[in-house]
């Protein structure tokens, strides 16, 4: 008996022990319930939108709006207008110093007159005192021509001859009477001495004219006065018979040239002056009387500052598959503390990288334009993209 009674309390005691160790133990802690990431397209928390949207930042640009250089490398005359006029398109807005290209414009000009007026010479043909004045010369080179082939006649061989005879007495009667003086010492100084020289000319080209008469004209004679009559038939044909076609496209194509080289200097003039390309206000001056600018510098902006427009910067390229143009949006201005609505306007084609980023350029036109609005204010932009 004692020992069943034993035996019941070793297994109390068992038991005892087992309850005692477990509440000694600390409470296991309970699982965290795992909470899934929102999804994309739910609306996010105080949005203006119920349904899916994508957001961005961005900045207010103009509709239409220009930064405007020269093309050339000039000093600045003058800056006609002030930052924040409104100016008209046409309007003058920065001159550059102009005077060479002013005389390039006058040089071109006059250069264009001189062509036009040879090409209108030979377009209206030969006045009729130039034929008259080449037919002349031609009849007399031909006569001399003539002339000469046929040779001396009778009556010149008699007067050639006449000619040698007398200037063969004057030299010798020039001869005896320098005989007279010639021992003297002075001789040189005389006057016979130089009348002795002059008959000596004269009869000396009195013989060779003699000569020429009697033999006649040599073949080289003939040829040399044949070219000349050649010459001047040429010239009377060329003048009966007007300009060729190779003449008039000549001076046509030289025509062209000039015109084409007054059309340079005259666009090279117009590019020294700046001029508005539309109705707008000028956003930024760059440029003051007497600073030099170079080709492709920036030295005014102008823009329409009526037509504003929030445009993104950092549109992530995972979000630009889902807007489209005609969407919803909702602009906050941070600087005015306004929502603005609008829809997307026009969504770039090409992408750009911010921070390793890609990412692409959204234009929001806006549905009303708030007092303050200014080119530049950073904005948030949020489209519905259903």
């Avoid at 001869?175 to 000319?201: C, N, S």
Wanted: aromatic share 4%; with cysteine.
């Amino acid at each position: 008996m004692l020992r069943k009674w034993w035996g019941v309390t070793l297994l109390l005691m068992s038991l005892v022990i087992v309850l005692a160790a477990g509440c000694g133990q600390a409470p296991k802690p309970s699982p965290t319930p795992v909470v899934s990431p929102p999804d994309a397209s739910a609306p996010s928390q105080g949005s203006s939108f119920s349904g899916p949207t994508v957001t961005a930042s961005g900045e207010v640009v103009a509709a239409q709006g220009a930064p405007m250089g020269f093309a050339m490398a000039r000093q600045v005359e003058a800056v006609e207008v002030d930052l924040g006029d409104e100016v008209q398109a046409g309007e003058t807005l920065v001159s550059l110093e102009a005077s060479s290209l002013e005389a390039g414009v006058a040089q071109a000009e006059a250069a264009l007159l001189a062509v036009s007026a040879q090409l209108a010479e030979l377009e209206a043909g030969p006045r009729p005192g130039l034929l008259a004045a080449a037919q002349a010369a031609y009849n007399g080179a031909l006569a001399q021509y003539r002339k000469l082939e046929a040779g001396p006649g009778d009556e010149e061989r008699r007067m050639a001859l006449a000619a040698l005879r007398k200037a063969e007495a004057a030299l010798v009667q020039a001869q005896a009477t320098y005989d007279q003086i010639a021992w003297l010492e002075e001789v040189t100084e005389m006057p016979q001495t130089l009348a002795l020289q002059l008959a000596t000319l004269d009869y000396e080209g009195a013989l060779a004219n003699y000569q020429l008469v009697t033999r006649g004209a040599m073949p080289e004679d003939l040829a040399v006065v044949w070219a000349s009559v050649e010459s001047a038939k040429a010239q009377v044909d060329m003048l009966q018979d007007g300009a060729t076609r190779e003449q008039l496209a000549g001076a046509q194509a030289a025509v062209a040239q000039a015109e084409a080289a007054l059309d340079t200097a005259r666009a090279s003039l117009t590019q020294a002056t700046l001029i508005a390309p539309f109705e707008g206000t000028v956003a930024d001056v760059q440029v003051a009387p007497g600073q030099i600018v170079m080709p492709g510098q920036v030295v005014l902006t102008l823009a329409k500052m009526h037509h504003l427009r929030a445009e993104t910067t950092d549109l992530s390229e995972r979000d630009v598959a889902r807007v489209q143009v005609g969407q919803e949006a909702t602009v906050f201005v941070e600087a005015l503390a306004v929502d603005v609505g609008g829809r997307v306007a026009l969504i770039s084609p090409l992408a750009s990288t911010l921070g390793g980023d890609v990412v692409y350029t959204v234009v929001v036109d806006l549905d009303e334009q708030p007092q303050g609005l200014r080119l530049g204010m950073s904005v948030e932009v949020e489209i519905a993209t259903e």
